[in-house]
């Protein structure tokens, strides 16, 4: 009797009970769990809970493929697509706005991004999202290198960064201390190493010499995801920690003269 009372409470929890339980939808009745503990019906329907929607930052992967096709970009041709931009980023590629960057001498490959992300609406600025939908892939390239190589706007970056008093974490200044020790306590990276003049990475924009109202703009946005085209969340994850002041004090820092001073290197990837 025993074996038969312990063989009845066995199937009852195998078939029955067990059998009920799924990972990927509401329990079962008592004849859909017999038959799924039989193998009649096996769980292959996908998860019938809501799923969150996959969101793509950017569609530009920095591959070798993308960057040699930047780097061949043709400046000749690009000057003919820059006709389009001088209204609002200067004729010579200097900017007269506090809110508009300057293009001559950024980087090629920030600028082909940026106008990938317009393209793509991954980034939004309603005249920028227009332009850059009339560009093919090949005019960004050209345009880009157009600008990268204008003279007259962002100061080359020359020389080193070499280490100076007062940029650590006991700085009392949060420009110098973001700027080039960061906060391990938030997590905080130097921006100096992605955007100089400690170093750089491709994508993300040398930030000496550009307005200060844009570049504490652009971080509250990425602090508020208003601006969400950062691969991995980098600029989105940082900036959310910052406060306004800060905010305001690295913007300041970077917009003067004596921000400049490092040079570039192509070995590093990012997504500014």
Known sequence: MLLVGLSVVAFALGFLVVG???LDGPPLGTFAAFCRSLGLDADLAPAS????PLRTPSGVAWTAKTLDFIAAGDATHGAFVAMNCGACHGIDGVSHSALVPTLAGLDA???YKELADYRSDKRLWGVMNALAKALSPQDAADVAAYYAR???GLPAVTGLDRPAGGRSLRQTDPALRLVFAGDP???IAPCGVCHGPSGYKIGAPALGHQGSDYIERQTAAFATGARANDIDEQMRTIAAQLTPDEMLAVAIFYSAPASVGAPRSRGLVSGF
């Open 109 to 111: 490959a920030v600028i």
């Open 49 to 52: 809970e809501p799923q969150p």
């Open 20 to 22: 009920r339980f799924r």
């Open 185 to 187: 306590a938030r997590g």
């Open 150 to 152: 204008l003279p007259g």
